[in-house]
Nanobody, 118 residues
Framework: QVRLVESGGGVVQAGGSLRLSCAGS????????MAWFRQAPGKEREFVGTSRKDGSTTYADSVKGRFTASTDNAKNTVYLQMNSLKPEDTAVYYC????????????WGQGTQVTVSS
């Protein structure tokens, strides 16, 4: 029903930038129901940010002013531009689609590793 494929992770020095992409497909894919999450080693998965259909965005306090979520409806792709990266941003980053039926984020990509070296 929904297939999500992330790309763009890698190793970067502190202060550097990366742009993550998440391409979606499937009969139930909704590009405007997407969000980004991350999970660092030994920690719970946490919300990072989202971009909505009306253009509004929401971010975790830890990434505000540094990360930007965006949507390309024509390409069925969402992006996460990450600037001024810090070592504490090191994590596996996931895109996820909200399921309005269940009221939760039920669809997940495979994740992409982001490593920020100090």
């Amino acid at each position: 029903q929904v297939r999500l494929v992330e790309s763009g992770g890698g190793v970067v020095q502190a202060g550097g930038s990366l742009r993550l992409s998440c391409a979606g497909s499937g009969s139930s894919f909704d590009v405007f129901a997407m969000a980004w999450f991350r999970q660092a080693p030994g920690k719970e998965r946490e919300f990072v940010g989202t971009s909505r259909k009306d253009g509004s965005t929401t971010y975790a306090d830890s990434v505000k002013g540094r990360f930007t979520a965006s949507t390309d409806n024509a390409k069925n792709t969402v992006y996460l531009q990450m600037n001024s990266l810090k070592p504490e941003d090191t994590a596996v980053y996931y895109c996820s689609q909200f399921n309005y039926g269940s009221g939760s984020y039920d669809y997940w990509g495979q994740g992409t590793q982001v490593t920020v070296s100090s």
